[in-house]
């Protein structure tokens, strides 16, 4: 069975960081797409961060800002967040994909969702 476990959320003030991780068994990603999604009060989930083998995406909102990796000895992605505002407070979410190894900003595209880690950013 498939689980994608993340950790690494909490209450930061604006301007301080967090490092989230994402901790996956069941199978190995180290070939294949992963993604950091987020979803705040009242508001869809939309893209924060995507990783290939080799390549990193991200949405604007967080460019600069947010740092994703991967260690694929580990199985586990990381999203490394700085110069952190009120506005990224949301539920963060780790995502994989069966299949592919170019990542996208779809949500449709992943298979393997984990259960969300809450950031709370207070100003």
């Known amino acids: 069975q498939v689980q994608l476990v993340e950790s690494g959320g909490g209450l930061v003030q604006a301007g301080g960081s967090l490092r989230l991780s994402c901790a996956a068994s069941g199978r190995t990603f180290s070939g294949n797409a992963m993604g950091w999604f987020r979803q705040a009060p009242g508001k869809e989930r939309e893209f924060v961060a995507a990783?290939?083998?080799?390549?990193?995406y991200y949405a604007d909102s967080v460019k600069g800002r947010f740092t994703i990796s991967r260690d694929n000895a580990k199985n586990t992605v990381y999203l490394q967040m700085n110069s952190l505002k009120p506005e990224d407070t949301a539920v963060y979410y780790c995502?994989?994909?069966?299949?592919?190894?170019?990542?996208?900003?779809?949500?449709?595209?992943?298979?393997?969702w984990g259960q969300g880690t809450q950031v709370t950013v207070s100003s």
């Open positions: 990783i290939s083998w080799s390549s990193t």
């Open positions: 995502a994989a994909d069966a299949s592919r190894a170019v990542p996208t900003v779809r949500e449709t595209q992943y298979d393997y």
